[in-house]
């Protein structure tokens, strides 16, 4: 008994264990230990509370909010340093804390316009911002340095020449308030005669009505949700956000309490996307892919191959939700599939020879003279192959040196590792694919025109995820990228601030 109980145990203790590794593999879901902090501009207190309960009874995650003007809200946050998101009334409010390091990552959640607001039945005929100032009218508004729609409204009716007699006919005989929900209620309860608010604020009140303002649209504003650099659980944040921003969850209770929402991400707990590669670039993003990932919560699914082959499988109906190419013409044919391709960095194409350069190769046209083993890559399946291909026939080379090309590959790092273990003589490579053999071969130099290529990036319209893939491709661009390019012996192109 004891002889069959053995075998049945360490059965049991493998199938744990493989278990174990398989949860291990790709981003779990929501933690339900997690508490995540949250600062809320005050005005967006009804929807955001809803969001939150039903995040809690779906997830298991707890939320803590924390009301107060965005101005505020900004300010504390300055002081404590700590909590997971930032949620304001207007997205300038997340710029600035995002450029003072506060937030990392912001997503749009609903839109705002600000509105007079008047008793049901405009009682006072208040028409217009020239209303305001009358003897007659008692008004409050939020404060400009503590509130989102203060700050707005301060803009507006400076723009329109009204803001110094509304400034002091409120001095006089109006009121500031440091939140618009205050303001609003000083309204409902027969304080004053009018405010202005945000139009969602009215339609949390059955007793206002709203009064448009003339040039409004231009003011609107955007709710924006940011990740806090502080917070201790961004993950987790980051989720809750693509909740809030997410039409079937958060944008449906958004428009159920009158915030009309902005367009989002499909809902998924960890999304899986697709990112195409030319291989030239796989060194210089792995790291950022993989720090991309594990923070948001999500699996990337990368394809590395030559362009020739992935333009390929693009146009044979592959849906990658991103396209990272070697070169920008090869993105020809596909551009409608994809938004604004951006490019990142470019390389050159050179010649690498083993050490010592030992056939005294000097240009493209040594490369015509035989015998010589030599590599290039594929021209149907590789950027670089094509663009080889290209050079030659400029040079009136492509047949003598084709006499000489003994291997031909989708990709050049095969040719460097054919190159490296001696195999080949000579072999038409990217500068980028050279960073690490710098001991075991010399880098020849093409110095013609069309001997650099271009690596772009850009998103399919038709992805479920562009808000994420958004901030994948802002991520490619920070300068903790920019110096992952550069090491992997990449020029940056992105037309960036950063030296």
Aim: proline share 5%.
């Amino acid at each position: 008994m004891r002889g069959a109980t053995k075998p049945l145990l360490i059965t049991i203790v493998v199938i744990i264990a493989l278990i174990a590794l398989m949860d291990s593999n790709g981003p779990s879901g929501p933690d339900k230990s997690t508490v995540l902090e949250v600062y809320c501009a005050a005005g967006t207190k009804v929807p955001i509370e809803a969001i939150a309960k039903a995040y809690e009874e779906e997830y298991g995650v707890q939320i803590r909010l924390q009301y107060g003007g965005s101005g505020t809200l900004l300010s504390n946050l300055e002081i404590s340093q700590q909590g997971d998101l930032y949620i304001a009334a207007d997205s300038s409010y997340t710029d600035i804390a995002k450029n003072k390091g506060l937030v990392q990552e912001t997503l749009p959640a609903s839109l705002l316009v600000p509105v007079i607001a008047v008793s049901k039945g405009n009682p006072k005929n208040i028409q217009s911002a020239a209303d305001l100032y009358r003897k007659d009218i008692h008004l409050s508004l939020a404060n400009s340095d503590a509130a989102s729609v203060g700050k707005t409204t301060k803009k507006l009716l400076t723009k329109l020449g009204h803001w110094s007699q509304v400034e002091a006919a409120v001095q006089d005989r109006g009121v500031f308030k440091p939140t618009v929900p205050e303001v609003a209620n000083d309204l409902k309860l027969g304080k004053v005669d009018a405010a202005i608010v945000w139009d969602a604020t009215v339609n949390q009140y059955p007793a206002l009505e709203a009064i448009a303002l003339n040039g409004a649209e231009e003011f609107q504003k955007n709710v924006t949700v940011g990740i806090l650099t502080a917070s201790k659980s961004p993950t987790e944040a980051l989720r809750f956000a693509r909740y809030m921003n997410a039409p079937s969850k958060g944008g449906v209770i958004f428009e159920t309490h009158g915030f009309p929402p902005l367009p989002g991400d499909e809902w998924t707990e960890s999304p899986e996307i697709l990112y195409y590669s030319g291989g030239v670039n796989r060194v210089a993003i792995e790291e950022t892919l993989a720090a991309f990932q594990e923070r948001e919560g999500i699996t990337i699914t990368t394809i590395y191959n030559g362009c020739g082959i992935l333009l390929g499988q693009i146009k044979g109906g592959g849906q990658p939700d991103m396209y990272h190419t070697c070169d920008a013409s090869f993105m020809k044919g596909v551009e409608s599939q994809f938004t604004q391709a951006e490019a990142i960095s470019q390389t050159d194409i050179v010649i690498i020879v083993p050490k010592g350069n030992p056939k005294d190769i000097q240009t493209l046209h040594d490369l015509a003279k035989g015998p010589l083993q030599l590599g290039v890559c594929n021209e149907e399946q590789s950027t670089l192959g094509a663009m080889t291909e290209i050079l030659l026939r400029d040079q009136g080379l492509y047949d003598a040196v084709q006499e000489n090309v003994v291997v031909n590959t989708p990709t050049a790092d095969l040719l460097v590792s054919q190159l490296v273990v001696g195999q080949l003589e000579a072999a038409i490579v990217y500068k980028a694919n050279t960073t690490k053999i710098t001991e075991k071969a010399d880098i020849i130099p093409i110095e013609l025109n069309g001997a650099i290529a271009i690596q772009t990036v850009a998103i399919a319209q038709q992805t479920r995820y562009p808000l994420l893939l958004q901030r994948l491709e802002e991520a490619l661009k920070t300068s903790t990228s920019k110096e992952q390019f550069r090491m992997s012996g990449f020029e940056w192109v992105y037309a960036d601030s950063t030296p």
